[in-house]
Nanobody, 123 residues
Framework: QVQLVESGGGLVQAGGSLRLSCAAS????????MGWFRQAPGMEREFVAT????????YYADFVKGRFTISRENAKNTVYLEMNNLKPEDTAVYYC????????????????WGQGTQVTVSS
């Protein structure tokens, strides 16, 4: 099993940047593909980005391509989400998640979730 704790959220003006971190417990972090999802009030949780176990392969939702970057440091059991040129519509709770099934977009394939970190972008 793996436990996940996100950090780095906050309030930022439109056009600004934030870097989210997700620290994982356990010694098997490198065996999990990792993903970031987000959930805005009244909306379903949606896929943002995913990264493969070794970090070589990444995939992004269209609405963040060119603005967000997912990365990981397996030696530190940490995955990151660098968010640039933030927009008010990026406001949401951001969750990191771990998948035993490899990188994918489907929320159902992620068996472990963090508690989330709030990102608020003001206009």
């Amino acid at each position: 099993q793996v436990q996940l704790v996100e950090s780095g959220g906050g309030l930022v003006q439109a056009g600004g940047s934030l870097r989210l971190s997700c620290a994982a417990s356990g010694r098997t972090f490198s065996t999990y593909a990792m993903g970031w999802f987000r959930q805005a009030p009244g909306m379903e949780r949606e896929f943002v980005a995913t990264i493969s176990r070794g970090g070589l392969n990444t995939y992004y939702a269209d609405f963040v391509k060119g603005r967000f970057t997912i990365s990981r440091e397996n030696a530190k059991n940490t995955v990151y989400l660098e968010m640039n040129n933030l927009k008010p519509e990026d406001t949401a709770v951001y969750y990191c998640a771990a998948s035993e099934y490899g990188s994918n977009l489907a929320r159902s394939q992620y068996g472990y979730w963090g508690q989330g970190t709030q990102v608020t972008v003001s206009s």
